[in-house]
Each structure stands twice: as structure tokens, then as C-alpha cells.
């Protein structure tokens, strides 16, 4: 056997999608159409996949399609991979019988991963306590009150050799990329991301455009509203004082509001909206940090400095990482 075929042999692996009813379709179509394209590009590849439902039978996607599963709960073979995928459903309402299943799946040694709200039904199952986790930015309230030994996470994706979680939508296919990437190569994940015109492959370090989102909540009216004006704001920033004019209040005041919601000054605030904003720029790889820098109105010198404050990381050394 050559060593091209040893690799192919090497990986065969089987994913089954559990899809719980009102699955989001885009997180589930974005993680297969990488495994449908990994076969049109590497002949040899080992990685398949399936679907299954609940009841066995046709299930909704949240955009009101069905999907006929073509692999019975019952079949489901030793060593494959589970990956659920749920939509807002999840939240609302308890699927005592998957959380049940999905426990006994990872009690014999399944990986199990969860996509979209899909991360939700394995947090009910009680399978991430203690576990570094993925969500979407708008599970991020349910799962903190719900479940606050789980340690939440802006990043994309996050996975180790059991448990994988995924923001979902176009995450999910970021997640399925760098699965290609370990397992083929990333001359076979570019190839994958051209043929889906997906410009870069995402590292799973970048943080969701609405992370902010996660972090700064609030029920206070005038902080919500100030908040929407720096977001809508972080080109060209506006001033402090601009925008308590806005928001008919004097500047003293919101900074009051700000450091009693937040412990923070807006400016500091501000000033990490934007940071996170233009990180997932130089994440990508596709600008100039200067050119970042100046659109978030940063100077260059003191991008690098706020940037490496917030993120531990000098911004050049953060793109090198995510393109290596």
C-alpha cells in the first residue's frame, strides 16, 4: 500500500449529523459540503458522512425544509463521530431522550460535537462542565445562566479528541477545514475553501463578529443605546462626549452608567469594540496592519500596543499564527 493510500486508510472515519428539530440548515450544509467536496478532491479520502433524526424520520430545518435521514439512531456504528446540530429550539425546549442518548454516547467513547445549538443539547447533557466551549453569540445568555461551569468562549470553534463545539453558520465549515487540514493537508483545505469561495481559512482563535455582544450586556437603556452607537461607529470613531450628546445626558453621567454596568470607562469599552473588530481583519490575512490600524482609527504604534494589552499578542505575531 503506498503512502497516499495509508493516509486515506489512516482517516476513515464516519460523521453522523444528529439534527434535532428546527436545526439551523446553514451550520449543517456548510460542515458537509467540506466533507462532499474533501471526496471530489482527494480521491483516497476516508472521512463520510450520514444524517439521523430523533424519531427516524423526516426532520425541519429551521427555514421549514425537511431532511429525510438516511441512517436509523439504532445503526449508528462504534467509533463514529456525532455531531449534533440544533437551532433556538435547544433552549426552549428539553430533548430529555437525546441528552440521555448523547450521554451514553460519550460515556462508551464516542466523540460527540455540537454545532450551533447543537452546543446547547450537549451542555443539557451535562458533557462540557468545566470545558473551554464555543457558542453562537446568541446562546451566550442561556447557556451563562444555565450552565456557569462551563467556561464560554468567543473563538469559532474549540474541540479536543471527545468534544468539539462550533459557533455554527460559516464557522462550522471552518471547523470541518482544519479537521482536512490535519488530517490532508492544507493544500487540500485551500483547495476545498476555492471551491466554496471561502476566502481564508479561518483559525478557530477568531472571535465571532458579535463576540462583543457576549461580554457587554446590559438592561440599562442609555449603555444599550450608547453601545449600538459606538458598533454602528467603529470606523471613524466618534467621541465620548458626541455621543452623550446623543443620548441627552452629560459625558460624567454615561461614564457613571458605564463604569457601574461594566467597571470600565466607555472610552476603554470603545476602544475594545474596535480592537475585536479589527482583529478578525488581521486574522484574515487580506490587509495591510497599518491600513487596520488607521481605518479603526488607531495610530500603527499604538494599534500593536492596545492590541497585545487585549489580546495577549502583537498583531503580526496573531496573523502568523492563524496563517501557520
Not at 28 to 43: G, I, M, P, T
Not at 104 to 116: E, F, M
Not at 146 to 166: G, K, R, V
Request: with cysteine.
Amino acid at each position: 500500500m503506498d503512502e497516499t493510500a495509508k493516509m486515506g486508510a489512516a482517516t476513515e472515519r464516519l460523521f453522523v449529523f444528529v439534527l434535532d428539530a428546527g436545526f439551523t440548515m446553514q451550520a449543517f450544509s456548510s460542515a458537509v459540503e467540506v466533507l462532499r467536496l474533501l471526496h471530489r478532491v482527494r480521491s483516497d479520502a476516508g472521512l463520510r458522512y450520514k444524517a439521523c433524526s430523533l424519531s427516524d424520520a423526516p426532520v425541519h430545518a429551521s427555514n421549514g425544509f425537511a431532511l429525510i435521514p438516511d441512517l436509523k439512531f439504532c445503526d449508528i456504528p462504534p467509533r463514529a463521530t456525532l455531531v449534533v446540530v440544533a437551532g433556538t429550539r435547544a433552549s426552549k425546549a428539553p430533548e430529555p431522550e437525546l441528552t440521555a442518548r448523547l450521554r451514553n454516547w460519550a460515556r462508551r467513547g464516542y466523540p460527540v460535537w455540537g454545532v450551533s445549538s447543537g452546543v446547547v443539547r450537549l451542555a443539557q447533557a451535562g458533557l462540557l462542565n468545566g470545558r473551554s466551549v464555543s457558542a453562537h453569540w446568541e446562546d451566550f445568555p442561556y447557556l451563562r445562566q444555565e450552565f456557569p461551569q462551563i467556561d464560554l468562549t468567543a473563538a469559532l470553534f474549540t474541540h479536543d479528541t471527545q468534544i468539539a463545539t462550533c459557533a455554527g453558520g460559516g464557522a462550522a465549515s471552518d471547523l470541518m477545514l482544519h479537521l482536512v487540514r490535519d488530517e490532508y493537508g492544507a493544500e487540500t483545505a485551500d483547495e476545498i475553501a476555492a471551491r466554496l469561495v471561502i476566502d481564508t481559512v479561518r483559525d478557530g482563535r477568531a472571535p465571532q463578529r458579535r463576540s462583543s455582544e457576549m461580554r457587554f450586556e446590559t438592561a440599562n437603556h442609555l449603555v444599550f443605546a450608547a453601545l449600538r452607537r459606538m458598533r454602528a461607529n467603529l470606523f471613524a470613531p466618534l467621541s465620548i462626549a458626541q455621543i452623550a450628546v446623543e443620548l441627552g445626558i452629560s459625558q460624567r453621567q454615561l461614564e457613571r452608567l458605564f463604569e457601574q454596568e461594566f467597571d470600565q470607562p466607555p472610552g476603554r469599552v470603545y476602544s475594545q469594540l474596535r480592537l475585536e473588530d479589527a482583529r478578525l481583519d488581521v486574522l484574515s490575512g487580506r490587509r495591510e496592519l497599518t491600513e487596520i490600524a488607521l481605518d479603526y482609527g488607531f495610530k500603527p504604534v499604538t494599534f500593536s500596543r492596545v492590541y497585545k494589552r487585549l489580546f495577549g499578542v502583537l498583531p503580526s505575531d496573531d496573523r502568523k499564527r492563524a496563517m501557520s
